[in-house]
């Protein structure tokens, strides 16, 4: 439980977030491109509002496995228009209610933007890489795009807390590896080298 507590500080929060800024709502299709630590935590709050479909955007076996057991019920490992085309044929060429963006890359809004419906909702909490955005088929398809920085207290004052302590959701799993304060550089090589979701740091 203590890691899951701690994911309240920043990525359970964050996820949340993205689906809340997307208006993620009962018996949506959801897709969820990232599949880092907010990513996953994003899957786990579409399941929470009540989402009926999840489709996880990743390539990597650890976090696809996760993203089942938090609630995904598709997995996309393919990226750029090869992804775009499989979430599309997942859909019957229709797409999604919902789309979160947690990552920020030029590639993952791209996606984003793409793999939702006419009307689709994009929350977008992946820290943006570039200041261009192509705003024609935001326009010419009526998505909204909208997201930013988490409230984070807020979100766990009110009911992320308490979802914790109750155990009805375990995000702490995006934990994978500890590490001492003296090792830190080595926690961070970890996450960049995609050997751990999420780095902990202990001390004695």
């Known amino acids: 439980m203590l890691k899951s507590l701690l994911s309240l500080a920043d990525v359970m929060a964050t996820g949340y977030h993205a689906a809340r800024m997307a208006t993620v709502g009962t018996g949506d299709t959801v897709v969820v491109v990232g599949d880092g630590a907010v990513g996953l935590c994003g899957v786990i709050a579409a399941q929470m509002r009540g989402a009926k479909r999840i489709i996880a955007m990743s390539r990597h076996e650890d976090r696809q496995k996760l993203a089942v057991e938090f609630g995904a ?50 929350g977008r909490v992946g820290i943006p890489h570039n200041s261009a955005m192509d705003l024609k088929p935001v326009f010419s398809r009526n998505i909204t795009v909208t997201g930013g920085i988490a409230s984070v207290t807020t979100y766990d004052k009110e009911f992320l807390l308490k979802a914790v302590l109750d155990g009805t959701i375990h995000p702490g799993k995006v934990f994978t590896k500890s590490f001492k304060l003296d090792e830190i550089e080595a926690a961070y090589q970890a996450m960049d080298k995609r050997e751990a979701i999420k780095s902990l740091v202990v001390t004695d």
């Open 73 to 122: 019920t598709d997995i996309v490992p393919e990226r750029g228009d090869d992804g775009v085309a499989k979430v599309m044929a997942l859909t019957n060429g229709v797409g999604a209610d919902a789309v979160l963006e947690c990552v920020g890359t030029e590639q993952a809004v791209d996606t984003a933007l793409k793999v939702g419906r006419p009307g689709a909702r994009v």
